[in-house]
T-cell receptor
Framework: AQSVAQPEDQVNVAEGNPLTVKCTYS??????LFWYVQYPNRGLQFLLK??????LVKGSYGFEAEFNKSQTSFHLKKPSALVSDSALYFC???????????????FGKGTKLSVIP | DGGITQSPKYLFRKEGQNVTLSCEQN?????MYWYRQDPGQGLRLIYY???????QKGDIAEGYSVSREKKESFPLTVTSAQKNPTAFYLC?????????????FGPGTRLTVT
């Protein structure tokens, strides 16, 4: 079965500083990885995904993520944080469910990012 | 949240009552999903449907039911058998084209049962 770990419940960063939100995964077969962001009382918004190819994936709002196969990680990054980036971030991996053979997303528990002015 | 609507945004019910949450999409997506979100637990899959008139149980289907009579609609019923129904419920849809396409989420419905 696939799994996702986001080891930090909360990350605090000063505005203008680089930010990193960590994610590690476990899945059989090729890893398909996603990052989503959630603002309070809202649905999730897609940021970026890794399917294949370049290990550095660029996404929405200046975010990027680095895929590292040997470390089974997919950390989210941004060179310069904004106060408006404060939100809840979810990492997810697509894997095949053993019982049905169908694919589904497995989400991490989320990391709350606070950008301090 | 574009293209997927969920209603109502807030819903209050008494214990023992069934309640139905609405989810509609105009993205022409084949696949639709229902998730439950609780603080500190991420998202957990309740039910999903990959095509009209077909759906499968997710990881926490007990106490829930769904239907998929139309491509655009995937309503979720929270029954009185669900022991802890108070949560934030999210609906999502995805194109079934080739490749691992991302899911698009609605704005969510916050259900409170007292």
């Amino acid at each position: 079965a696939q799994s996702v770990a986001q080891p930090e419940d909360q990350v605090n960063v000063a505005e203008g500083n680089p930010l990193t939100v960590k994610c590690t995964y476990s899945v059989s077969g090729n890893p398909y990885l996603f990052w989503y962001v959630q603002y309070p009382n809202r649905g999730l918004q897609f940021l970026l995904k890794y399917i294949t190819g370049d290990n550095l994936v660029k996404g929405s709002y200046g975010f990027e993520a680095e895929f590292n196969k040997s470390q089974t990680s997919f950390h989210l990054k941004k060179p310069s944080a904004l106060v408006s980036d404060s939100a809840l971030y979810f990492c997810a991996v697509r894997g095949r469910k053993a019982t049905t053979g169908s694919y589904q997303l497995t989400f991490g528990k989320g990391t709350k990012l606070s950008v301090i002015p | 949240d574009g293209g997927i609507t969920q209603s109502p945004k807030y819903l209050f019910r008494k214990e023992g009552q069934n309640v139905t949450l609405s989810c509609e999409q105009n993205l022409n997506h084949d696949a639709m999903y229902w998730y439950r979100q609780d603080p500190g637990q991420g998202l957990r899959l309740i039910y999903y449907s990959q095509i009209v008139n077909d759906f499968q149980k997710g990881d926490i289907a007990e106490g829930y039911s769904v239907s998929r009579e139309k491509k655009e609609s995937f309503p979720l019923t929270v029954t009185s058998a669900q022991k802890n129904p108070t949560a934030f419920y999210l609906c999502a849809s995805r194109s079934s084209g080739t490749g691992p396409n991302e899911q698009y989420f609605g704005p969510g419905t916050r259900l409170t049962v007292t």
